[in-house]
């Protein structure tokens, strides 16, 4: 595990949409459509339960898939790892603090980055 964050920093608004790799459109999308939106960055995260975190939203649990999101590709990407309480804040808060656009952005740097601590892929040598 890393000490490292969120790419954006894990304070009050750190969701940074126009520096991100979700840009202002994907920031659009997520707030207009958050059910397709979590399912895609659980996608993009390699993570097997994209479809749960739609089907959670779209019952009324968009803040309980927010939570569990943040929480999976911290563990995926190797971040620091926050507590559920540091989760459950931001998710709840997620007009203020931006959590969705955070934690979203944050697969889109897995699915073109990987891990944060990710050995490279060796290569077979040949003579």
């Known amino acids: 595990m890393s000490e490292q964050t969120f790419?954006?920093?894990?304070g009050c608004c750190g969701c940074k949409c126009t520096e991100g790799d979700i840009g202002c459109g994907g920031c659009v999308f997520q707030v207009c459509c958050p059910c397709f939106s979590f399912c895609n960055a659980?996608?993009?995260a390699k993570l097997d339960n994209g479809t749960l975190y739609c089907v959670m939203t779209c019952c009324g649990c968009g803040c309980c898939a927010?939570?569990?999101l943040g929480m999976d590709v911290e563990e995926k990407r190797g971040l620091k790892k926050h507590d559920g309480c540091w989760h459950c804040m931001n998710s709840?808060?997620?007009?203020c603090t931006c959590n969705s656009c955070r934690v979203v952005n944050e697969c889109k740097v897995?699915?073109?980055d990987g891990a944060v601590n990710a050995a490279p892929t060796g290569t077979e040598m040949t003579r």
């Open 110 to 112: 897995y699915a073109k």
């Open 92 to 95: 709840w808060c997620d007009m």
């Open 42 to 44: 659980a996608n993009d």
């Open 66 to 68: 927010l939570m569990m």
């Open 7 to 10: 790419a954006h920093g894990d």
